[in-house]
């Protein structure tokens, strides 16, 4: 019988992270160090059927996708709509107004960043992220860079969905599972989050362990405890 492929991934859960946010909730153990992730719970929010860490997990890690950057999310968010069939809009619009438009970038600069079209446009000496959106939204309008600029976010996506997929596909997990997969994790992190607040609990470790068809959650701290449900 050939052993069912697993996927190992450390989670990290405070009950107060000491990273500016004081936010609780889990983190990858891979980006336990990186300020600009925020912890997650379980919460959902409106549109979506998985929590943030969920995205984490499937849309980034094993996509080969850093959590941190623009571009990174851009591609990520791709692979969510196609996971849930959210649309990806929303969010990149949220990208484009809180960030982008104000010359916030992170990961390259904001130079590297654009499409061709919008960089033949800027002098050749201007560099620094902040003058060169400056630059644009006079040239062309605010709305209009606005609308380019999310559009650059979404042809990133599609452009970059393949290799997603390949990277994934590399993980042995099939990318055809991703939704039952995404909805098992989602149930599995609803139940190590309530144990989590029902025992007040102020640090935890575990690993999620994923298959196509199977996936647990195998805590180690503060004691050992496996939580187990089946993709359907």
Known sequence: ???E??????????????????????KLDVAIDDPEVIAATAETGRRLPTSVLVHDILD???CGLALGGHRNEAIALHQLGLRTGADPQPDLMQMVDEDLIHGVIVGESMRTFLPDGLRALLPP???????VIDYLADHMGRDALRLSLLRRLRDIGH???????????RSGLDPARRGPLGSALQALLARADARALSEDWHEA??????????CSLEIDIPYPIRLDTRCT
Do not use: N
């Open 205 to 214: 470790h575990g690993e999620f362990a994923l298959s196509d068809c199977r």
């Open 125 to 131: 000496d201007l560099s620094e992220d902040r003058p």
């Open 5 to 26: 492929t697993r996927v190992r991934i450390p989670v990290t859960y405070k009950a107060e992270w000491q990273d500016g946010y004081g936010a609780r909730g889990w």
């Open 159 to 169: 452009a970059m969905a393949d290799a997603a997929m390949a990277q994934y596909r």
């Open 1 to 3: 019988m050939v052993p």
């Open 60 to 62: 980034h890690h094993l």
